[in-house]
């Protein structure tokens, strides 16, 4: 037996269960993991809550963690027990003391790098990757617009654009959270509480705008964000901290410059190892090398335990980078 947070309806922090579970062995393609420290992402809100879908009830919650093999499946060759790894992509469940895991979505964990800053960067630094790297690809000197540089994406992104010699412009909510960006690396900041995102943007790019934005925040920022860009631009909408974007008129794309929208995920860019092992390698070298750093706050690590306090702290916009659970 072993401990987990499962979830039995939709709902608040409220529904998150603390709760034993007898563990199985892995199928033929999966490794046990013995998780040493648990990734919280804000997905993991939209899931408990309802707004996106999950397979069956009861359920368990969050795809990221760190941690130990302690078993492997039949058909699994490419890891062994003893392994440190790191996944982002698991069936719902990695709340867990121990999990399993699809071996195709388990990357080695770099021994430079440790279990936590593992879990807080994974799904996030992956994220970063297919953002930057490939939905489109920021250019040395380029500026653009990123959404949230405080968040735990944001940070990394802060740190990722830099890396590559690009201008992230970033909107925050406070002048704390202005300083934090800045000191990632963001070139500039926007606090959407004082300032029109779009005419600030307009004034720091001498009326030229951007060619791409990059927005996690949804239904708050949709037309502030069109309004960022220039003609042809690209609108990636990639979350919903907000709400989600609907009701949606294509006409808006046409009157504001004939515009290009996309809505990628992880799963849309990470498929199979290959692509896996390619995005994690950049990943990690750039955490090895110091260009990008992954500290959490102790206020910002819980007991597994206390994954209701958890969401609780996340929702309310309070926390900066990223949070863990710890088991």
């Not at 130990?68 to 996944?87: E, I, N, Q």
Request: glycine share 10%.
């Amino acid at each position: 037996m072993a401990k987990r947070i499962q979830f039995s309806q939709h709902g608040g922090p409220e529904v998150l269960q603390w709760v034993d579970f007898a563990i199985t062995d892995p199928a033929a393609n999966e490794v046990q993991v013995e998780n040493k420290a648990i990734g919280i992402n804000y997905i993991d809100t939209y899931i408990r809550s309802g707004l996106y879908p999950t397979p069956g009830m009861p359920s368990g919650l969050g795809t990221e963690a760190a941690g130990v093999v302690t078993k492997v499946g039949s058909a699994v060759s490419v890891l062994k027990p003893g392994d440190r790894v790191v996944y982002a992509q698991s069936a719902l469940g990695a709340y867990s003391e121990v999990h399993n895991v699809d071996a195709e979505r388990v990357a080695l964990l770099p021994d430079a790098i440790s279990f936590e800053q593992g879990a807080a960067s994974f799904l996030k630094g992956l994220t970063v990757h297919y953002l930057l790297r490939q939905t489109y690809e920021v250019q040395p000197d380029e500026t653009f617009l990123f959404h949230a540089a405080a968040g735990g994406v944001g940070l990394i992104a802060c740190q990722w654009a830099k890396a590559l010699g690009a201008h992230l412009i970033g909107t925050v909510g406070s002048a704390e959270k202005a300083t934090l960006a800045k000191n990632a690396g963001a070139w500039a900041t926007i606090n959407y509480r004082e300032e029109n995102i779009a005419q600030r943007l307009s004034e720091l790019t001498d009326g030229k705008k951007v060619r791409v934005v990059y927005d996690s925040v949804g239904k708050d920022t949709w037309e502030a964000s069109l309004d960022c860009l220039q003609r042809r631009g690209l609108m990636v909408s990639f979350g919903n901290a907000s709400g989600p974007v609907t009701g949606v008129n294509l006409g808006i794309l046409s009157q504001k410059g004939s515009l290009y929208v996309t809505r990628p995920t992880l799963f849309g860019y990470v498929t199979n190892r290959a692509e896996l092992e390619l995005a994690s390698s950049e990943l990690f070298s750039l955490i090895a090398s110091g260009a990008i750093k992954v500290d959490v706050p102790e206020q910002q690590k819980f007991a597994l335990a206390d994954a209701q306090k958890a969401h609780i702290t996340l929702e309310s916009r309070a926390t900066y980078g990223s949070s863990l659970l710890i088991p």
